[in-house]
């Protein structure tokens, strides 16, 4: 495959920190039929935590959500990327973003920072198609689609899946992230939802995305309202996780990276009931 050529992602996905995100963990993914591993977080520009993933996997792409443009330098990731597609290639997507500047990384003028990012990896020789974009707001989902493969929007919903699509138009990837608790106690799971996104709910950049997309600032308030977090959390049965899930489908996503939550615990059970129920792993 060239370099240049946009891999196949798959329908679905896997996004998991990469501080707990284990080769073994990978493995099964793999073998359960997901199309991606997301190492979440903000992986380090010289990429070792991925490219440990990628060796311990036979073919199944792994992106990064995301590098963050403040923290990881854009020579030394381009160098990463090179390394790492010279001895697997065609596995390797960079996920890129401007983090948060409640982060006090010396955010400025965020936009034209991740603008003179790409242009780094554009000198450096990365291609287009593997790269992707941390993208909520309009422009910078209108620089994705020009710069980069696609986007990865985080904490988000269906209805923004769909704003995002008109925007990026069609034959631009479009990965949103979804949290999922696959289990029945409404009240835990909506606990564990609460926990998971509460850290976002005091970041500028996710709070403008849910105020666009109708949200309140009661909504947002001491943890995130019912609605919000039933919203941001999908929350059930497998069937009905599984329904939630393609809802980003059905709204213009070409791919969806799962969330199981609670971090704490092993995700594999949960992926390998929803495996089952989204098709993966049939002939």
Avoid: C
């Avoid at 997301?38 to 073919?59: C, F, H, K, Q």
């Avoid at 090179?82 to 890129?96: D, N, Q, T, Y």
């Avoid at 242009?119 to 980069?148: I, M, T, W, Y």
């Avoid at 941001?232 to 791919?255: C, F, K, Q």
């Amino acid at each position: 495959m060239a370099e240049d050529a946009r891999l196949d992602f798959g329908t679905y996905g896997v996004w998991r920190p990469l501080p707990v995100f284990e080769p073994e963990l990978a493995n099964a993914i793999e073998t359960l039929g997901y199309g991606t591993i997301w190492a979440g977080g903000s992986p380090p520009a010289d990429l070792d935590g991925v490219e440990r993933l990628i060796a311990g996997t036979n073919r199944i792409v792994v992106a990064t959500g995301i590098v963050n443009i403040w923290t990881a330098d854009a020579h030394e990731l381009a160098q990463s990327y090179h390394r790492i597609e010279a001895a697997h290639p065609g596995r390797l997507v960079l996920g890129i973003g401007v983090g948060h500047p409640e982060q006090g990384v010396g955010y400025t003028k965020p936009y034209r920072a991740l603008v003179d990012y790409l242009d780094v990896l554009d000198a450096e020789g990365v291609p287009v198609q593997r790269r992707v974009l941390a993208a909520l707001g309009p422009k910078v989902l209108e620089l994705a689609a020009n710069r980069s493969a696609g986007a990865h929007p985080y904490l988000t919903t269906p209805p923004h899946t769909a704003q995002a699509r008109q925007i990026l138009g069609d034959g631009v990837l479009l990965a949103p992230e979804q949290k999922v608790v696959v289990g029945t106690d409404v009240e835990q799971a909506r606990a564990v939802g609460r926990d998971a996104a509460d850290m976002y709910l005091k970041l500028q950049n996710y709070v403008n995305n849910l105020k666009r997309l109708g949200y309140t600032d009661d909504d947002i308030a001491q943890g995130g309202s019912d609605a919000l977090i039933d919203a941001l959390v999908a929350h059930g049965t497998p069937e009905y996780v599984a329904g939630r899930v393609r809802e980003h489908l059905d709204a213009g996503a070409d791919h969806v990276a799962i969330q199981v939550l609670p971090m704490r615990d092993d995700p594999a059970p949960a992926l390998a009931q929803l495996a089952d129920r989204l098709g993966l792993g049939l002939p």
